[in-house]
């Protein structure tokens, strides 16, 4: 099946550096999401990517969409407390019915901030 | 305002004693899906519904069932609940096309 590899599986960082984590796979995707989860919540959409190439950014947060359709980074810059969380990447080319996303998960990225 | 909404937050069971679990969506949208993700690792899907049509991964066990009455609630209903099946169980809902999932807070499931 179609699998996601994710790293680095955790990072230790300083406040107010950047941040980078990348997500690759042998398969391609149609769509590449980014969630970040907060212990004991459910995961939270960040950046969504539909097109090879797209460049996306919201806030101190930017995703790339690979051009070969089978790897996509994000990037936070000026990292604060509150990043600290377990980042997934998510990838889809299965469609279900109706066109609807099946998601393959990556494993995730533990990241870490001290003040 | 929560737009998934799973209950309880926490769970706990005992061992063989049946379990459900209950999602509700104000989204209107046509698939919902229930995910179990055990500690440090990734979100893992069990099944989904697209309207009422059940489409149940290869690989989730048949002691795990699910329910949807209608396009706003989903339940997950685990029979006979083993040491094993301890894990955080995630809803997520999305519309049709390639909308993202909207996941729930989760249902943290403890048993004893």
């Known amino acids: 099946g179609q699998q996601l590899n994710q790293s680095p599986q955790s990072m230790f960082i300083q406040e107010g550096e950047d941040v980078s984590m990348n997500c690759t796979s042998s398969s391609i995707f149609n769509t590449w999401l980014w969630y970040k989860q907060d212990p004991g919540e459910g995961p939270v959409l960040l950046i969504a990517l539909y097109k090879a190439g797209e460049l996306t950014s919201n806030g101190r947060l930017t995703a790339q969409f690979g051009i070969t359709r089978k790897d996509s980074f994000l990037n936070i810059s000026a990292s604060i407390p509150s990043d600290v969380g377990i980042y997934f990447c998510?990838?889809?080319?299965?469609?279900?019915?109706?066109?609807?996303?099946?998601?393959?998960f990556g494993k995730g990225t533990k990241l870490t901030v001290n003040p | 305002d929560a737009m998934v909404i799973q209950n309880p937050r926490y769970q706990v069971t005992q061992f063989g004693k049946p379990v459900t679990l209950s999602c509700s969506q104000t989204l209107n949208h046509n698939v919902m899906y229930w995910y179990q993700q055990k500690s440090s690792q990734a979100p893992k899907l069990l099944f989904h519904y697209y309207d009422k049509d059940f489409n149940n991964e290869a690989d989730t066990p048949d002691n795990f069932q699910s329910r949807r009455p209608n396009t706003s609630f989903c339940f997950l209903d685990i029979r006979s609940p083993g040491l094993g099946d301890a894990a955080m169980y995630l809803c997520a809902t999305s519309g049709q096309g390639t909308s993202p999932l909207h996941f729930g807070n989760g249902t943290r499931l403890t048993v004893t």
């Open positions: 998510a990838g889809s080319a299965t469609i279900t019915q109706g066109g609807s996303e099946k998601l393959v």
